[in-house]
């Protein structure tokens, strides 16, 4: 939900045609976070939610492995000093 939140105004600035003369208001999806989940769940049903989760869990599962490896290893380090 915050993910769309923050790039619901890039969405639409990428899409409107370019014109360098004029400037327009960014359209506003969705006023709140529980107005986000209302339109979320009315478009896409509960497995809307859930976009993006598989790529979410792929990058954070080795960067938390990597921490934690990281930090075993310096604490062994310093209790062997």
Known sequence: IKCR???????HASTAPTVSCTTT?????FKG???AVDKILNAHG???LYRGFICTVWRE?????LYFATYDFVKESVTNI
């Open 5 to 11: 939140l923050q790039v619901q105004h890039a969405k």
């Open 25 to 29: 208001a960014p359209t506003t999806l």
């Open 33 to 35: 976070p529980l107005d």
């Open 46 to 48: 509960v497995r809307g």
């Open 61 to 65: 599962v080795p960067a938390f492995g």
